[in-house]
């Protein structure tokens, strides 16, 4: 079985300030992870993904995550907030081969200070 | 290119009747995922086609509930004698088999 937790259901930052949303994850082989992104009424947007290759791994629109086994941990995070970043976050893990489904976490709502 | 569509975008029914949910995938994608968004209930995965192997239905709630992908293509989710607690944004996703899952912008349900 598989789950992610994400701590912290709503964060605010200052604009130009370091964004950190945080992913926790439990699974019984090793996981494919990813992170989402969701603008009001609209679907999901992939931001990034981790697919057993560099364990740094750079996304859209500044956004990078890092893979850290001995935490079980996949962090968001990007250096300056902006405005436009404003939205809800999902982190999601799925098993590398077979059943692809995703299993979502309960999801960060972010939240810019002008 | 063409992402993933869904139809209606907003949908209002009476409790006790059945409604049809369209998803479009990306053309070429092999797999197709339908999952539901509520408040009380986060993102959970409902069905998912891959090719022409049998679906995996785990997800699905109850018997009320049932989808169907024709000719590998559009997917129809069917949901019969529905009920408030089915309101919900049902979000579709498709991919290439082994890549990430692309999603369209979800049908919202309200079941008065």
């Known amino acids: 079985a598989q789950s992610v937790t994400q701590l912290g259901s709503h964060v605010s930052v200052s604009e130009g300030a370091l964004v950190l949303l945080r992913c926790n994850y439990s699974?019984?082989?090793?996981?494919?992870l990813f992170w989402y992104v969701q603008y009001p009424n609209q679907g999901l947007q992939l931001l990034l993904k981790y697919t057993s290759a560099a364990t740094l791994v750079k996304g859209i629109n500044g956004f990078e995550a890092e893979f850290k086994k001995s935490e079980t941990s996949f962090h968001l995070t990007k250096p300056s907030a902006h405005m436009s970043d404003a939205a809800e976050y999902f982190c999601?893990?799925?098993?590398?081969?077979?059943?692809?489904?995703?299993?979502f976490g309960t999801g960060t709502r972010l939240t810019i200070i002008p | 290119g063409a992402g993933v569509s869904q139809s209606p975008s907003n949908k209002v029914t009476e409790k006790g009747k059945d409604v049809e949910l369209r998803c479009d995938p990306i053309s070429g994608h092999t797999a197709l995922y339908w999952y539901r968004q509520s408040l009380g209930q986060g993102l959970e995965f409902l069905i998912y086609?891959?090719?022409?192997?049998?679906?995996?239905k785990s997800g699905l709630p109850s018997d009320r509930f049932s989808a169907e992908r024709t000719g590998g293509s559009v997917s129809t989710l069917t949901i019969q004698r529905t009920q408030q607690e089915d309101s919900a944004v049902y979000l579709c996703?498709?991919?290439?088999?082994?890549?990430?899952?692309?999603f369209g912008p979800g049908t919202r349900l309200t079941v008065t």
């Open positions: 999601a893990v799925r098993r590398p081969e077979g059943n692809e489904k995703l299993t």
């Open positions: 699974s019984s082989v090793p996981p494919y």
């Open positions: 996703a498709s991919s290439r088999m082994g890549t990430e899952q692309y």
């Open positions: 086609f891959q090719g022409n192997s049998a679906p995996d």
